[in-house]
């Protein structure tokens, strides 16, 4: 996965009459082709030939969906696992793990276990298409809790973590020495070599024509606003939902204002974001883990920082957890689990994962281990300090799509801050009231 992936997004009202497509995905589900690699203890990979959602080997004991990053590093512990249980495991690559799972699962032709991220929680156990899984405390206690917080829903624990993730602040060194503290003073900054000559753009950061509410979030989770409220135990309240908050319209009227000095761009998409900022003319870029290597190869000196402060508001980042997951419907299911829960949490595992994607690992030793060597894995860390886990419950599929489309409006100029927030926030609950 090269960004965020988010879920479907129920689009009616407001968002549907504006937007030419249904928002909600950084990375929409690719069309066409798809690739499935199945192995045993005893053979190579196959070709990559399936096209479409893969099909289940059906002699196979233990099948594993992930998508084409995670699938030839667990292909290794596949093996390993094949090996000392005397069966046969077959991992295969889903081009859409989470759709293609509930469908496959419907027809009882789905996998084992999957990966994917935690976010995607409240819709699998509302369909009912995962099972919780028994964690020991002492395991649990070997990662970051809030990784592990990730993996709970209702009070019940419904995977293993492998990866941590979230945004932050990546500059041109060569544009930018030091990092600004402040929106104000990146602004400034960006001004000045854009009028020098020397960038084309002040800052780097996904919008689009129907906008990305990812990235929306930590501007008004500045002045304290958001999506939802939260609950006594700290659970998001799907009856509160905070769209339209004071402290949201405050980090919505902060968009407006970016969107009119060119900071930020309808134009700047998941399309052509990285490209931008990889072609050496942009100092700051708004963005994950998943953005470096493509930098790296493009020579780009760069480094990480926190989101900087704006309107005297701390912008904080969501937090992202990329989990493990056991089917409902497993064929095996004290199979699955025993892969997920003995073999996910080994530091050699999480390390081999952390390759793919420079995510920092949810195992603390692991965690440990690559950022005594890794600095970027620590500068990471820093950016995701007080930052909040996505939601992981059903009705922040409503979300997506409206709240998205209501940034790129403002950010656009099309809107003002409330009159479009107030619209977002009633349709937010208009479809999280039809489930």
Excluded at 233 to 249: C, E, F, P, Q, R
Excluded at 252 to 281: I, M
Aim: hydrophobic share 45%.
């Amino acid at each position: 996965m090269h960004k965020r992936a988010f879920g479907a997004v129920a689009v009616t009202g407001v968002a549907a009459l504006l937007m030419s497509g249904c928002g909600g995905s950084s990375t929409p589900a690719a069309a066409g082709k798809t690739s499935s690699t199945t192995a045993t203890a005893t053979t190579p990979a196959a070709s990559p030939t399936t096209t479409g959602a893969p099909v289940r080997d059906a002699n196979a004991e233990l099948v594993i969906w992930a998508d084409n990053d995670r699938a030839p590093i667990l292909q290794k512990y596949a093996d390993q696992f094949g090996k000392e249980n005397g069966v046969k495991v077959a991992v295969q690559v889903a081009t859409d793990v989470r759709q293609q799972f509930k469908d496959a699962t419907k027809v009882g032709k789905g996998p084992d276990v999957i990966v994917g991220a935690h976010d995607w929680l409240g819709e699998l156990v509302q369909n009912a298409t995962v099972a919780p899984i028994n964690l020991s405390a002492d395991v649990s206690s070997k990662f970051a809790p809030s990784a592990m917080a990730a993996t709970k829903f209702n009070g019940q624990t419904y995977g293993v973590p492998y990866a941590v993730e979230n945004i932050g602040l990546v500059r041109n060194t060569a544009l930018a020495p030091e990092a600004p503290k402040t929106m104000e003073d990146l602004v400034s900054k960006g001004q000045a070599l854009v009028k020098a000559g020397k960038a084309t753009n002040i800052l780097i950061q996904e919008v689009g024509k129907t906008g990305n509410a990812y990235y929306t979030y930590p501007y008004l989770k500045a002045f304290d606003g958001g999506i939802f409220a939260t609950k006594a135990n700290d659970d998001y309240d799907a009856t509160k939902v905070i769209v339209n908050s004071a402290g949201s319209l405050k980090g919505a009227a902060e968009l407006q204002k970016l969107g009119a000095l060119k900071a930020l761009s309808t134009n700047v998409s998941g399309d052509n974001a990285d490209a931008l900022f990889d072609a050496g003319k942009a100092p700051f870029y708004i963005t994950g883990p998943w953005a470096i290597d493509k930098a790296k190869k493009a020579g780009i000196k760069y480094a990480i920082s926190p989101l900087p402060s704006i309107g005297g508001g701390q912008m904080q980042p969501f937090l992202g957890v990329q989990m493990f997951y056991v089917s409902a419907k497993a064929k095996n299911a004290a199979l699955a689990e025993e892969f997920v829960t003995n073999y996910v949490p080994r530091k050699d595992v999480q390390e081999a994962l952390f390759a793919a994607g420079n995510r920092p690992p949810a195992l603390t030793e692991a965690y440990n281990e690559v950022s005594a060597s890794n600095p970027d894995v620590k500068a990471w860390f820093e950016a995701g300090k007080g930052g909040q886990a996505m939601p992981n419950i059903p009705a922040m599929n409503s979300v997506w799509g409206p709240l998205g489309q209501a940034a790129a409006d403002v950010i656009a100029g099309k809107a003002q801050p409330k009159a479009r927030f107030d619209a977002a926030q009633k349709e937010i609950v208009a479809n999280i009231a039809k489930g």
